[in-house]
């Protein structure tokens, strides 16, 4: 038997459109020659379809697409993810899989384990499944699993089921793992989710045939890179990643020479990661092109590449809004920016409203020294300015601020923070250097002045991030240490830094929560992002 891989970008809610989708790949891959064809987790709706289940008619409707489907295929069975009734007590609806064969009743299978954990609260909508079997197809039992089902403990955030879907169903006769899954990306999830799965298959001397999604939804971005491994643990298959991709692979295979390329570099995966995530929020909201305020500093051109590569050139708008406090090399590096990209690029100075806006105050702030109070008047301004566009043209704004800013409060509320996608908001700054250098791999893209020069907001005279942040290749580590990792200021202090650097970064980060609660969507890239996957009250008196 072969089976046929259908690496899916489905849209949440879009259930005819994924209905076309899931057909149009099972006939492609039938046509080459599958006798069974694997989609990933909840193809049919979408995932994570969230409160959706509540609304009244969406079960029912992703019901009735799935008899659809059931009446479209042929002779070759097709494993599909949707949404099942549960009929008993607990949670309304189960997270399930259906084996769809022309002239076979359907055949249903549930999620055992339900993730409620970091981005995933699936118990709050679904019952686990009571017991797990092997389904049979074309005379091989196989292990139908749902993501989280195959994941073992070594690879979780700590112990988190007493049982394992896999070894029951092993133990039951399966010869063969089946999983149907949707497993978002963080950086470097994909090599250690293949080596997860490797594991798994060496251990229980089985193949898995490992089909996850792809594309952005919402903060979510997932990568695809589906696999085939074989009954030694040895890789045999890897679909694209960041891309709809479709593979047919023998169940069965002797030991291969086929070369399966490694995975790429930190910096390559998170532009590709980044570019999906900010081409599918765009698209699968009804937007068509962006539009972005350019610096001339190295984050907002990362940004400006990320936009024009997800987008087209033609498809984003840069803005640079100068005061007299930006230097002209901003302004140039800007302009050049956007002629290497070939995106259109608007100079717009906003001196003129910066001064009447301060003159209004003259009386009420007589006598008061100039603060931050002025030097926020300034990215409200462009904020304004850069909404105007957006409402005028129906760009979607995109805002260029990036983690460690935004940990610690270095981001002006109704200023910077203005807008649809906050594209890079879960990069760390170091990492945004590192993206800037592999974008420049080939031809000088982002201007080498961007790279080198010290990172300023140029909000006032000779301003530099440093004068107010520890440097970035200091806060990055602690950043990572406190919100990623979650460990306690003793911890971070135990690995060598100064303790007072350390108390002033963990007390901003705690102090701006309230930014960050009003901070537009980003997309998650690292293992704990700020929104979905980081919830903290904002009224609350805990100090570490």
């Not at 009954?231 to 047919?248: K, M, P, S």
């Not at 100039?370 to 850069?386: C, H, I, K, S, V």
């Not at 993206?435 to 420049?440: R, T």
Request: one cysteine or more; a negative charge; aromatic letters at 8%.
């Amino acid at each position: 038997m072969k089976i046929g891989f259908a690496q899916l970008n489905t849209t949440v809610g879009d259930l005819s459109g994924n209905v076309r989708r899931i057909l149009a790949a099972y006939r492609d891959l039938t046509a080459r020659g599958a006798g069974l064809v694997l989609t990933p987790e909840l193809a049919l709706t979408g995932y994570p379809p969230q409160d959706l289940v509540f609304k009244a008619r969406f079960v029912p409707l992703n019901l009735a697409a799935l008899n659809e489907l059931h009446r479209e295929v042929g002779e070759v069975p097709l494993v599909v993810g949707f949404i099942d009734l549960n009929p008993g007590p607990g949670q309304p609806f189960h997270n399930a899989a259906a084996v769809l064969q022309r002239g076979q009743p359907l055949r249903r299978v549930h999620k055992s384990l339900l993730p409620t954990y970091d981005v995933f609260d699936e118990d709050r909508y679904f019952e686990p499944a009571q017991a797990v079997a092997p389904v049979e197809i074309g005379g091989e039992k196989f292990g139908i699993t749902i993501c989280e089902d195959i994941w073992t403990e070594p690879y979780l955030p700590r112990r988190l089921y007493g049982s394992s879907p896999v070894e029951s169903l092993i133990a039951q006769g399966a010869t063969a793992i089946l999983n149907l899954s949707a497993s978002p990306f963080s950086i470097g999830k994909a090599a250690r989710r293949a080596e997860m799965l490797s594991a798994v298959a060496a251990r229980h001397g089985v193949p898995i045939f490992y089909c996850n999604a792809v594309g952005g939804n919402d903060q979510l971005i997932f990568d695809g890179n589906s696999l085939a491994i074989d009954a030694t643990g040895a890789l045999q298959t890897r679909l694209a990643a960041f891309a709809e991709d479709a593979a047919v692979v023998e169940l069965r295979t002797p030991p291969s020479e086929l070369h399966v390329p490694p995975f790429p570099s930190e910096p390559e995966e998170l532009f590709h990661a980044l570019a999906l995530g900010t081409r599918d929020y765009l698209h699968k909201c009804g937007f068509h092109s962006a539009v972005l305020g350019l610096s001339g500093g190295i984050d907002s051109a990362v940004t400006a590449c990320i936009a024009a590569h997800a987008l087209g050139a033609e498809h984003v708008l840069g803005v640079t809004m100068p005061t007299q406090y930006s230097s002209r090399g901003s302004i140039d590096d800007s302009l050049q920016l956007a002629q290497n990209l070939g995106i259109r690029c608007q100079e717009i100075s906003i001196q003129r409203s910066f001064e009447t806006f301060r003159a209004q105050f003259s009386e009420i702030f007589a006598g008061l020294p100039e603060d931050a109070t002025e030097e926020n008047m300034q990215p409200r301004l462009r904020g304004m300015t850069l909404m105007a566009l957006s409402n005028k043209f129906g760009h979607l704004l995109l805002t260029t601020g990036n983690k460690s800013e935004l940990a610690v409060g270095y981001c002006t509320l109704y200023g910077d923070m203005f807008g649809g996608l906050a594209v890079i908001s879960d990069v760390p700054k170091t990492a945004v250097y590192r993206l800037a250098e592999w974008i420049n791999r080939d031809r000088e893209i982002i201007p080498r002045a961007t790279i080198e020069k010290p990172p300023s907001a140029e909000l006032k005279p000779d301003q530099r991030d440093q004068d107010t942040l520890p440097p970035y290749e200091i806060l990055d580590p602690i950043l990572q240490g406190y919100v990623e990792e979650q460990r306690s200021t003793a911890e971070i202090i135990a690995r060598g830094f100064d303790e007072k650097t350390i108390r002033w970064v963990v007390r901003r980060v705690d102090l701006n929560e309230y930014k960050r609660a009003q901070a537009v969507p980003g997309l998650k890239v690292t293992s704990r992002a700020f929104g979905l996957g980081r919830r903290m009250p904002v009224a609350q008196r805990f100090v570490e």
